[in-house]
């Protein structure tokens, strides 16, 4: 059975700062590449921040650089999404997702758009009190 579970969302006040786990199982975890995408209740998700195809970073919002960065360890098939500097317009409901690397490799850098994704997390919870 395909899975990709959140985990470390929560309640933090506005400046504090979160890691949230992605760990995936039943499918071969160097064979997708992982994304970040959140969602505010009542507008569309969006995605914040992927693995690209060539093992690098990107963001899908430019105004997150600097605060969010992902990382991944292939060992425990899990990726990590860490975020400092916490604003209360974060919160949202989190999600991990993965895509086919295969698939990735055609955005190169970049990452690939919500719609190539092929399995998603469940969604866990970050809100940033004021």
């Known amino acids: 059975e395909v899975q990709l579970v959140e985990s470390g969302g929560g309640l933090v006040q506005a400046g504090g700062s979160l890691r949230l786990s992605c760990t995936a199982s039943?499918?071969?975890?160097?064979?997708?590449?992982i994304g970040w995408f959140r969602q505010v209740p009542g507008k569309g998700r969006e995605g914040v921040i992927c693995i690209t195809a060539n093992d690098g970073s990107a963001y899908y919002v430019d105004s997150l650089e600097g605060r969010f960065t992902i990382s991944s360890d292939n060992a425990k098939n899990t990726v990590y999404l860490q975020m400092n500097s916490l604003k209360p317009e974060d919160t949202a409901v989190y999600y991990c997702?993965?895509?086919?690397?295969?698939?990735?490799?055609?955005?190169?850098?970049?990452?690939?758009?919500?719609?190539?994704?092929?399995?998603w997390g469940q969604g866990i919870q970050v809100t940033v009190s004021s």
């Open positions: 997702a993965a895509v086919p690397r295969l698939r990735a490799s055609i955005y190169i850098s970049s990452c690939a758009p919500e719609y190539d994704y092929h399995y």
């Open positions: 039943g499918f071969t975890f160097d064979d997708y590449s």
